[in-house]
């Protein structure tokens, strides 16, 4: 393992944004992440550890150890006749691995189609699109507890799976690192999730009337493809918000005020389209110097000149969040990690 010291993070962030890690070092193996965790605790300093940094926003330089998962490996374990385990390392690619998964025809992953990120970062926010999250198909996660220095198995119901929440999010924040990650996918009868959003349609474009799991996640990377930013091209992170959920009471009030407001129930209220409330705030494809909202995805902000730094990036999110509040009395909350 070899320490490097005042490393730049730009290409390690999907926003871009170009910030310093005062030590930073890439980790092949657990005897690595140990020795980088020991060099972390004599030097008293905070670690930081990096996927594909897709899910944060830097607003300072990092004064601690920027640690790079990049363990690889993928193995798989029969479980029953229509069942087989598969584990993959943290440091596998999230994407690579849902197409790996597809090619031996394992079911569950295909919704899940290209997500940026790492396998080892999947279970954070529980990873979530068209119908399906990471809670549906995850059997278990191996972890590091970085005290102790000890590998704990952490089961489904322990790690308390919410919408983009789970326990390394909130209650457990900072404890583990995620050193694998095991899920139970099917073999022969796969089940299809085709009815979210514009599968159907999509699929209907593809001429698949009788879609497999490989059509499934075609139809999926072609959707999202046609609305989100690749953030090879323009920094972003996805969804900047989470979508809020508010009580029945104050979506009928809402709805008096706002007819076209579409609502989604579920087991705490209602949930809203928190894309549709900033643009109806009036942000969509709004720019203030280096920084805008998607033209086509307004729950997305953009680095658009690709010289963002994360305050203004973080200041203008400051200023969506006031907007929505002032026109629909709502609070958005921050899906992206803050640094
Ligand atoms: P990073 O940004 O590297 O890390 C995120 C957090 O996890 C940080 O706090 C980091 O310190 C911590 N961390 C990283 N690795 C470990 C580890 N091994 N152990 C412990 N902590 C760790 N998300 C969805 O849910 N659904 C989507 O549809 C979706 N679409 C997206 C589309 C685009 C274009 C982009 C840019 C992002 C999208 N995201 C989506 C968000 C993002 O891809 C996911 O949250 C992803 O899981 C982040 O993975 P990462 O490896 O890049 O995480
Ligand atoms: N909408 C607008 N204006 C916009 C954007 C969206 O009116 O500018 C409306 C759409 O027309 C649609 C609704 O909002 O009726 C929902 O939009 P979309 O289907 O694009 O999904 P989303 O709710 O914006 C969520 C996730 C995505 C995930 C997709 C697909 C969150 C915060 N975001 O987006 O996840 O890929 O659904 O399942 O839950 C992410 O987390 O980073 C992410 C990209």
Redesign the pocket.
């Known amino acids: 393992m070899n320490i490097h010291e005042k490393i730049s993070l730009q290409s390690y962030n999907?926003f871009g944004v170009s910030v310093n890690a005062k030590y930073f070092t890439k980790i092949k193996s657990n005897e690595e992440l140990i020795d980088a965790i020991l060099f972390a605790k004599k030097n008293n300093c905070e670690m930081?550890?990096?996927?594909?940094?897709?899910?944060?926003l830097f607003t300072k330089d990092f004064d601690g150890l920027a640690v790079v998962?990049e363990t690889k490996g993928i193995v798989e374990e029969k479980f029953d006749d229509n069942t087989i385990i598969v584990t993959a390392q943290?440091g596998e690619n999230?994407h690579n691995f849902v197409l790996y998964c597809i090619d031996k025809n394992f079911g569950g992953l295909e919704n899940l189609s290209l997500?940026?990120?790492?396998v080892?970062?999947?279970p954070?926010?529980n990873?979530?699109?068209y119908g399906v999250e990471i809670k549906d198909v995850l059997q278990s996660c191996k972890v590091l507890n970085i005290e102790t220095l000890t590998i704990e198995k952490i089961e489904l119901p322990q790690c308390q799976f919410g919408y983009?929440d789970s326990i390394?999010k909130s209650s457990e924040k900072g404890k583990?690192?995620?050193l694998e990650v095991s899920f139970l996918l099917s073999t022969q009868h796969h089940t299809i999730h085709s009815t979210y959003g514009a599968i159907k349609t999509e699929l209907e474009k593809m001429k698949v009337s009788n879609p497999r799991i490989k059509d499934i996640s075609n139809a999926v990377i072609a959707i999202r493809e046609s609305k989100?930013?690749n953030?090879k091209i323009i920094g972003?992170?996805?969804?900047f918000f989470k979508n809020p959920t508010i009580d029945f009471p104050s979506y009928e009030n809402l709805k008096k005020d706002f007819p076209t407001i579409s609502g989604y129930p579920n087991d705490s209220g209602v949930k809203l389209a928190a894309g549709w409330l900033i643009e109806q705030a009036g942000w969509k494809g709004k720019e203030i110097g280096n920084v805008a909202t998607h033209h086509l995805q307004s729950l997305v902000i953009i680095n658009k000149t690709g010289k963002a730094t994360g305050e203004e990036i973080y200041n203008f999110s400051e200023k969506i969040i006031q907007s929505v509040q002032e026109k629909f009395g709502i609070s958005l909350e921050r899906e992206v990690?803050i640094l």
């Not at 930081?48 to 944060?56: C, K, P, T």
């Open positions: 999907t930081l550890f990096l996927g594909g940094g897709s899910n944060i998962m943290a999230w997500i940026p990120g790492n080892g970062t999947s954070i926010q990873i979530g699109a983009r390394f583990f690192v995620i989100l930013p953030p972003n992170a996805g969804s990690n």
